[in-house]
């Protein structure tokens, strides 16, 4: 069965202090994995698409890697407008699949 | 360039009702696909269209129906409303058939209530 599993639930952090994000996933055809920002009241905002295992793309202070069976959001000296629940999804071929997501508080 | 937009944006339904949430894609996106999130949790894959037709549906019973029209808005129509129905509702859109469909592109949502 298609899964997306994203750990931790929660994470506080302070201003200026780098964590990671963790997404695993089992699927059985990828055909990308999506990273998106939902703030409060809001709908998803996408950040990036990676569709194979070494890929990498950044922006800002977000990374987002892709390994056969995870991807990581890596969050680089976050600021307080950081914080917002970060979805990340695998589409196989007409759908998509969405974990819980990781909400993110950085206290300035 | 106009955005996904979603109405209406809150309604408060009883059990048993019927519902219609509408979406209008985003300029120049062929395809639209509608989800459900419960409170605290991610969102879960109803169905997608392209060009009108049904092209993918996820786990959700057949009181879930959708419609796309010639201009690529959407409406998505949930009869036989019960009590776990109510959640946040989201449209996206986004450019693409199928296996080649991009990112995705969300509206606000229409948050349903069901008493």
């Known amino acids: 069965e298609d899964q997306v599993t994203q750990s931790p639930e929660a994470l506080r952090l302070q201003e200026g202090e780098s964590s990671s994000l963790n997404c695993s996933y089992t699927?059985?055809?990828?055909?990308?994995l999506f990273w998106y920002r939902q703030d409060p009241g809001k709908g998803p905002e996408f950040l990036f698409t990676?569709?194979?295992a070494g890929e990498e793309k950044e922006k800002e202070r977000l990374k987002a890697t892709l390994t056969k069976k995870e991807s990581f959001l890596h969050i680089t000296a976050p600021k307080p407008e950081d914080s917002a629940t970060y979805l990340c999804?695998?589409?196989?071929?007409?759908?998509?699949?969405f974990g819980s997501g990781t909400k993110l508080n950085v206290k300035p | 360039e106009t955005g996904v937009t979603q109405s209406p944006t809150h309604l408060i339904k009883t059990r048993g009702q019927q519902v219609t949430l509408r979406c209008s894609s985003q300029?120049?996106?062929?395809?639209v696909s509608w989800y459900q999130q419960a409170l605290g949790q991610g969102p879960q894959f109803i169905f997608q269209?392209?060009?009108?037709?049904?092209?993918g549906r996820g786990n959700f019973p057949p009181r879930f129906s959708g419609l796309q029209f010639p201009n690529y808005s959407s409406e998505l129509n949930v009869n036989a409303l019960e009590l776990d129905d109510s959640a946040l509702y989201l449209c996206?859109?986004?450019?693409?058939?199928?296996?080649?469909?991009?990112?995705?592109?969300f509206g606000e949502g229409s948050r349903l209530t069901v008493l």
């Open positions: 269209y392209y060009r009108e037709e049904e092209n």
């Open positions: 999804a695998v589409r196989n071929f007409n759908k998509f699949y």
């Open positions: 990676l569709y194979s």
């Open positions: 300029s120049g996106h062929n395809t």
């Open positions: 996206a859109s986004s450019l693409g058939q199928g296996v080649n469909t991009g990112e995705l592109f």
């Open positions: 699927v059985s055809g990828l055909r990308g």
